[in-house]
């Protein structure tokens, strides 16, 4: 992976991997900017993050091929529906070598 490439992977997986309240308004804005114009989404809330779908974008994003976006449940209201979508970004880390660890149960909570 291309050294520039690892270190937005890392910078953004960051934002979604650790407790969101370790980030000021203007971290969450500026990461939100960011995935609002790169895939051409809405977010404005933290907890519309919760579902993994955003995450898995990012995935397939930085690692082509890796998730197979047609199975990412965007749609996904409830935790135990986002599950699965953190199975497939679990499964595109182990694809692609990255020692990550997701506390899911934060992330589903939009903690």
Not at 38 to 48: A, M, P, R, S, V
Request: proline share 3%.
């Amino acid at each position: 992976m291309p050294r520039l490439t690892t270190i937005l992977f890392e910078a953004r997986f960051y934002f979604f991997t650790n407790s969101f309240s370790r980030f000021t308004q203007q971290d969450v804005t500026v990461e939100f900017t960011f995935f609002n114009t790169q895939f051409n989404l809405n977010l404005t809330k933290i907890e519309q993050t919760a579902s993994g779908a955003v995450a898995c974008q990012l995935t397939e994003y930085l690692f082509p091929g890796s998730i197979p976006m047609s199975k990412v449940d965007w749609g996904a209201k409830s935790s135990h529906e986002y599950v699965a979508n953190y199975k497939l970004l679990q499964k595109a880390f182990t694809k692609n070598n990255v020692q990550r660890y997701v506390d899911v149960d934060k992330l589903i909570r939009g903690k």
